[in-house]
Each structure stands twice: as C-alpha cells, then as structure tokens.
T-cell receptor, first 114, second 112 residues
Framework: AQSVTQPDIHITVSEGASLELRCNYS??????LFWYVQSPGQGLQLLLKYFSGDTLVQGIKGFEAEFKRSQSSFNLRKPSVHWSDAAEYFC????????????FGKGTRLSVIA | EAGVAQSPRYKIIEKRQSVAFWCNPISGHATLYWYQQILGQGPKLLIQFQNNGVVDDSQLPKDRFSAERLKGVDSTLKIQPAKLEDSAVYLC??????????FGPGTRLTVT
C-alpha cells in the first residue's frame, strides 16, 4: 500500500530564510508526486508536481522540489520564505496510471516569524 | 475557468442528526472525489466518481455515509446519522485528465 511520511509536524522559520520540507513515500514503483498548500480556511492549492523527467521541478510561488529515487524522497524547498508562506503543506502520491485518488501525508505546518 | 464550488462552508449539527454537502466540479471534469480531512491529518479519500459511476468507495462508511453524482456533474455527500468523530473538513476535488486534481474550499463540519 502507498504511504507518505512527512516527518516534521511543525516548522518555524524566519522571514527571508531558506526552507526545506521533507517528504518520503513508500510505493513499489515511482509514483506521481505532488505538493499542495492549504491556507487557513482554504482548500488545497497545487504547488508543483512530478511525473517523470527532470528530477528538479519548479512550481508556483517560488517553490521547487527534488525527486530522489534512491531515497524515495520528494522534498520541497524555497530559497527565501515570505510571511505569506505560512500555511499547511501536504505531500501526496498517486500511482502512475491516472484516474486514482491521492494519498496524502499528515502535513507540515509552517510558521514564519519576523 | 471557475473553480470547484462547495456548500455550505460551515455546518454545526448535533450527533445523530443528518447533514448533506454539495459540490459542483469544474466544467468538463469527469472525475470527482470526496475527501475527509480530520484536524491534524491529511485528506483521506471517501469516494471517487467517474462521470456518474462509482470508481472507488472502499473507504466510505456505508452504514452512515452516502454519495451520489447525478448526471455526471454535481455531487452530494450525506451523513445520517452523524457521530462526533465525523467532525472534519469535507473536501471535493475534480479532475479532467486524472493526473491533476483541483480542490474546492471545503465544508467544515462540527458535530456536537
């Protein structure tokens, strides 16, 4: 069965500092990988996705993520965090066959301090 | 294009009462999902529709939850009777090509 682990429940960073959120997955083959962001009271917004090809993917709002097959990881990064980035971040996977639901991690809550 | 619409946004009911949520997906999206997000956890699939047929309802508590998608467009999710543990955010998502899902704002249900 697929599973996603986000080891950090809560991270606090200073505005302007760099950010890395960790995501590890368990799946027999390379799944499709996603990062979503959820602001308070809002639905989930897709930040970026990886299907195949270049292992470094660029997303919206200045985010990027790197797929590392050997580590079964798909970590999210941002070089300089803004206060508006404070939110909940979810990593998700889906089988590479389409037409299947996402399996989400438990999320990492990001707080940004001045 | 308009996003996924959900209503109501908030609902408070007492246990053993019934409640219904509505979702209008993005036009042209054949696949519709309902997820349950309990506080502090990631969303978990309840049911998946392809057009008006059910693809996966293996995690839907069928003794109290039901869902339908009439004419392959709008969908309703019902809980009857509600339990305290049903307090959660119910998210609807839709997809055209099954690789990217678009989420609505969710309905926050509180069962007292």
């Amino acid at each position: 069965a697929q599973s996603v682990t986000q080891p950090d429940i809560h991270i606090t960073v200073s505005e302007g500092a760099s950010l890395e959120l960790r995501c590890n997955y368990s799946y027999g083959a390379t799944p499709y990988l996603f990062w979503y962001v959820q602001s308070p009271g809002q639905g989930l917004q897709l930040l970026l996705k990886y299907f195949s090809g270049d292992t470094l993917v660029q997303g919206i709002k200045g985010f990027e993520a790197e797929f590392k097959r050997s580590q079964s990881s798909f970590n999210l990064r941002k070089p300089s965090v803004h206060w508006s980035d404070a939110a909940e971040y979810f990593c998700a996977v889906a089988p590479p066959s389409g037409n299947t639901p996402l399996v989400f991690g438990k999320g990492t809550r990001l707080s940004v301090i001045a | 294009e308009a996003g996924v619409a959900q209503s109501p946004r908030y609902k408070i009911i007492e246990k053993r009462q019934s409640v219904a949520f509505w979702c209008n997906p993005i036009s042209g999206h054949a696949t519709l999902y309902w997820y349950q997000q309990i506080l502090g956890q990631g969303p978990k699939l309840l049911i998946q529709f392809q057009n008006n047929g059910v693809v996966d309802d293996s995690q839907l508590p069928k003794d109290r939850f039901s869902a339908e998608r009439l004419k392959g467009v709008d969908s309703t999710l019902k809980i009857q009777p509600a339990k305290l543990e049903d307090s959660a955010v119910y998210l609807c998502a839709s997809s055209r090509d099954n690789y990217e899902q678009y989420f609505g704002p969710g309905t926050r249900l509180t069962v007292t």
